[in-house]
Structures are given as C-alpha cells and as structure tokens.
C-alpha cells in the first residue's frame, strides 16, 4: 500500500485530502502542530466527511490513520520514512515553521532512503510561493542531504477548486464540495494516479492567477458583503438579491478582464472555473472564506489583483472596488487580521489604510473607487 503523509490536518487536510486518499486506499498519515487536532482524532478513533458530489451525498467515515502533533521527540518520524507524498493543505505563513519542523525528517529519509523521491504538493491560494517554500525546506539541510533534495523531491503547487468547512480545524465532523479536481503542477517524482480528483497540468502559475482571482474574488464578495449584513454563512449571501447582484458584477468584470489578459478561450475558462451544483447544500462560513482580509485585500490577490487587471484592459472594476471597500469594513471578532486591519483604519484613516494594504498608489483611481465606497457604506 502506499503512503501520505498530510502536514495540516485541519478542513482540507482531513476533509479533502484525508478523504481522497483514504478512498483509493492509501495509508493516511496526519501531522499538525495544534495539539487539539491530534487529541480530537484520537479520541475518536476515525473522523465523518460529507462529500456532496453532483449525484449525490456521501458519508464516508474515515478510519486507520496515524496522527501525529509536531512534537519535540519526533513521533511521526517512522511514518515520515515511509512515506511517499507529502501534501501540505496549509496557510502561505505556516510553511516556514513547517518546514523548519521536517528538516530533522528530511535529514533522515536521505540517510535511510537515499535512492526514495519523494513528492510534495502545496494547498493555498496564494500565486509564486513555491520557491521561497522550497528554500524554506533546503535551507537547513545538510550539504549532503540538500544535493540529495535537489534531485529527489519535488515541490509542487496546486489549484485548490473545492470548498471544505467544519466548525474548527480539530473538527471531526466536515462537510466538502467534491465537484472539480485538484490541478497540481507536473512533472511528479511518484505515482498518485490512482486517486480521485488529482489530475496534473502544466501552465500552473497562470491557471492560478486566473482561477484565484475569477473564483476567490467572487467569493470573497460573498463574505464580505454577507459579513456586513448580519449574516454567518455563503448560502445566506448568496440568496440576498443586493449582494447577488454586487457578484455578478465582479464576475463579469473579471471575466472580461482575465479573456483580454490571457491566451485562454471562453471553454478553457469555463473548464477552469466552473463549480457544478452539487447535491445539497454546503453551510460554508463567512468565517473561513473572509478569513485575514489583508491578505485577500493585498496587491495581486483575488480583489485588488482583478481590479487592477480591469485598469489595465480598460475594464470597469466598479463591483469589485465595492467588494474591497466591504473587505475594509471586515471586524469579524476571531479573525486577528481583521481586527488589525480595522485597528489600523482608526489609526491611520481608510485613505492611508487602503494604499498601504492594496499596494495602490493613493491616487490610483481603484483606491479612490474604494474609498468612494467605503465612506457611503460606513455612513
Ligand atoms: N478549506 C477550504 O475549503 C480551502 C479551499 C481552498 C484552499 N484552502 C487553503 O488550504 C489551506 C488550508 O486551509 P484549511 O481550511 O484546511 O485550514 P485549517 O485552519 O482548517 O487547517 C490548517 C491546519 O494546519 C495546521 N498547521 C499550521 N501550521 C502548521 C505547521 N507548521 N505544521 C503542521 N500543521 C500546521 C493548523 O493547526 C491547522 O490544523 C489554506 O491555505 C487555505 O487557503 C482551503
Ligand atoms: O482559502 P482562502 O482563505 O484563500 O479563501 C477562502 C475561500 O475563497 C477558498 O478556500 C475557496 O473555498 C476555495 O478556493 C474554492 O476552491
């Protein structure tokens, strides 16, 4: 049987990622450093997935793995030696510590298994990560160990196209639209072609601007138009007439923009970006798809990024100016950048705070959009 190894055991690791590999029969192995995770997977002995698929509901309970906390006495070493993917279903800022963590891992593997390869792929939605996270793991290693790294594993991105939500991380109850395939950056060191839902491809940099700005930037306007109205969950938003009409407009300024700047044709884009109905309906929180604001409101990201793609190719980015002013209006309690973003807006003012975390000039005209926006809903 072959082997995973998932460092993030949280919404996707577990119920993405845990449940696909699980269902093609590979040993599951999780590795996370919140030791709530570990506990809750233990105490229960197997975790609950609801896979809504086009034609129907699964309920898959996913038994006989290994979990592991990144502990001091290296616990998850002897799984770690025998495993053949890795996959990192975790936020751009945890990489860092992630990989500090493993390189005692790594050093091993290379004295046990010198002739392994070893595949690893990256779950965010965050573009040109893949080198700074690969530095992050070679960096530490020994001479020896890192030319061995060099020619036998490889980091791979990914296009994350399934939206998976449970009340925590350490949730063992999740829910997880299965509707699309995860695009993963070719070539690979190891076999996985026996897993649903994992289909490689080339040109991963720019299907991954364009889905994370035609899928995300949509997405995040649910959030951020639905925070501000009261509401905790996507459907709610997305049933409120007011908000749907602000999303169709950040479609179609998207779209419009992303067919001007790309060599993709309208079935290609539609391929990329579509999301099937599926069956029943995922209660995805506003929580997790507006969570940290200041990255999602950051030059090249899924709003800023779109609109400045608009300015480029003459395009009205008028809905997605009204998405970002909502997105500085983000003051979900539990949400720490949300609060430091707000903390800084009473700070600085929304006129600094807008081009200090867009990246735009302060008389860019989308800033100024922005700020438009921002004055007559906060009024
Ligand atoms: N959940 C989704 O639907 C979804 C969809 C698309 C993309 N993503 C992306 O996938 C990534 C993970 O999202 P999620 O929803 O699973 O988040 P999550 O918070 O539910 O899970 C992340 C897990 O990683 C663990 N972690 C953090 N640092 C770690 C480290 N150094 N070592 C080991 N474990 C560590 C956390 O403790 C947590 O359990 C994010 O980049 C997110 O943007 C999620
Ligand atoms: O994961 P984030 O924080 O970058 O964005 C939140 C959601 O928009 C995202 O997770 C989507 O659900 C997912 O990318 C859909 O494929």
Same mark, same amino acid.
């Given at each position: 049987?072959?082997?995973?190894?998932?460092?993030?055991?949280?919404?996707?690791?577990?119920?993405?990622?845990?449940?696909?590999?699980?269902?093609?029969?590979?040993?599951?192995?999780?590795?996370?450093?919140?030791?709530?995770?570990?506990?809750?997977?233990?105490?229960?002995?197997?975790?609950?997935?609801?896979?809504?698929?086009?034609?129907? #509901?699964?309920?898959?309970?996913?038994?006989?793995?290994?979990?592991?906390t990144c502990d001091e006495e290296y616990s998850?070493?002897?799984?770690?030696?025998?495993? &053949?993917?890795?996959?990192?279903?975790?936020?751009?800022?945890?990489?860092?510590?992630?990989?500090?963590y493993?390189?005692?891992? =790594?050093?091993?593997?290379?004295?046990?298994?010198?002739?392994?390869?070893?595949?690893?792929?990256?779950?965010?939605?965050?573009?040109?990560?893949?080198?700074? #996270?690969?530095?992050?793991?070679?960096?530490?290693?020994?001479?020896?160990?890192?030319?061995? =790294?060099?020619?036998?594993?490889?980091?791979?991105?990914?296009?994350?196209?399934?939206?998976?939500?449970?009340?925590?991380?350490?949730?063992?109850? #999740?829910?997880?639209?299965?509707?699309?395939?995860?695009?993963?950056?070719?070539?690979?060191?190891?076999?996985?072609?026996?897993?649903?839902?994992?289909?490689? @491809?080339?040109?991963?940099?720019?299907?991954? &601007?364009?889905?994370?700005?035609?899928?995300?930037?949509?997405?995040?306007?649910?959030?951020?138009?639905?925070?501000?109205?009261?509401?905790?969950?996507?459907?709610?938003?997305?049933?409120?007439?007011?908000?749907?009409?602000?999303?169709?407009?950040?479609?179609?300024?998207?779209?419009?923009?992303?067919?001007?700047?790309?060599?993709?044709?309208?079935?290609?884009?539609?391929?990329?970006?579509? =999301?099937?109905?599926?069956?029943?309906?995922?209660?995805?929180?506003?929580?997790?798809?507006?969570?940290?604001?200041?990255?999602?409101?950051?030059?090249? &990201?899924?709003? @800023?990024?779109?609109?400045?793609?608009?300015?480029?190719?003459?395009?009205?980015?008028?809905?997605?100016?009204?998405?970002?002013? /909502?997105?500085?209006?983000?003051?979900?309690?539990?949400?720490?950048?949300?609060?430091?973003?707000?903390?800084?807006?009473?700070?600085?003012?929304?006129?600094? /705070?807008?081009?200090?975390?867009?990246?735009? &000039?302060?008389?860019?005209?989308?800033?100024?959009?922005?700020?438009?926006?921002?004055?007559?809903?906060?009024?």
């Amino acid at each position: 049987m072959k082997n995973v190894l998932i460092v993030g055991a949280g919404r996707l690791g577990k119920g993405f990622v845990g449940e696909t590999f699980d269902n093609a029969g590979w040993n599951l192995t999780f590795l996370d450093k919140d030791p709530r995770v570990t506990e809750e997977l233990r105490k229960h002995g197997c975790y609950y997935v609801k896979v809504h698929r086009v034609d129907e #509901i699964q309920n898959r309970t996913v038994k006989n793995f290994k979990a592991y906390t990144c502990d001091e006495e290296y616990s998850c070493m002897e799984a770690f030696l025998e495993t &053949d993917v890795i996959v990192l279903p975790l936020y751009p800022e945890d990489f860092e510590e992630a990989a500090g963590y493993l390189t005692k891992c =790594f050093e091993e593997f290379y004295r046990v298994h010198p002739d392994r390869r070893l595949t690893m792929i990256c779950i965010t939605n965050k573009n040109y990560l893949i080198p700074g #996270i690969t530095e992050a793991f070679r960096k530490d290693l020994s001479e020896d160990a890192k030319e061995w =790294f060099d020619q036998n594993v490889v980091i791979r991105d990914s296009i994350i196209r399934r939206s998976t939500d449970a009340k925590s991380n350490y949730d063992v109850h #999740i829910d997880t639209v299965a509707v699309n395939s995860l695009l993963i950056q070719q070539p690979v060191n190891n076999d996985f072609s026996d897993v649903e839902w994992m289909e490689l @491809t080339d040109k991963i940099e720019m299907l991954k &601007d364009i889905k994370v700005t035609a899928v995300n930037g949509p997405h995040a306007t649910l959030a951020y138009m639905g925070y501000l109205k009261g509401y905790s969950t996507i459907p709610e938003s997305e049933a409120d007439p007011e908000i749907a009409e602000v999303v169709e407009g950040v479609v179609e300024e998207i779209t419009a923009a992303v067919m001007k700047e790309y060599p993709i044709t309208p079935e290609e884009l539609h391929n990329l970006v579509y =999301f099937a109905p599926a069956k029943g309906v995922l209660p995805d929180s506003i929580y997790r798809v507006g969570y940290d604001p200041i990255r999602k409101l950051s030059k090249g &990201d899924r709003l @800023t990024g779109a609109a400045e793609l608009c300015l480029k190719h003459g395009v009205s980015f008028d809905s997605i100016a009204k998405a970002m002013a /909502a997105g500085f209006q983000y003051a979900e309690p539990r949400d720490a950048n949300a609060q430091k973003l707000q903390q800084e807006i009473k700070n600085i003012g929304i006129e600094q /705070a807008v081009s200090e975390y867009t990246g735009l &000039d302060a008389d860019s005209p989308i800033a100024k959009r922005v700020i438009e926006y921002y004055h007559q809903s906060a009024r």
